[in-house]
């Protein structure tokens, strides 16, 4: 292997764990939002802002305890 295979194997390798990490993290959500808006609705997605506050409201809504 010469030095460029493997600073592009080094590269690939980190690439995937940043990809891996967003997406276990939430991180990538928004993208994710935007990808499936595309594919499965019309009209303009939600601003990146709106996008998080609707999903706080979400999450903090209701009763989320087993008792």
Known sequence: ???RNVRAAIGQTVAATVGW????SGD???ERYLIHHARSHE????SR???YEEREKR????VSRCC
């Open 59 to 62: 999450k903090w809504s209701g």
């Open 1 to 3: 292997m010469t030095v």
């Open 43 to 46: 009209g303009p997605p939600m």
């Open 21 to 24: 990490l967003r997406a276990i």
């Open 28 to 30: 990538d959500a928004y």
């Open 49 to 51: 802002r709106a996008f």
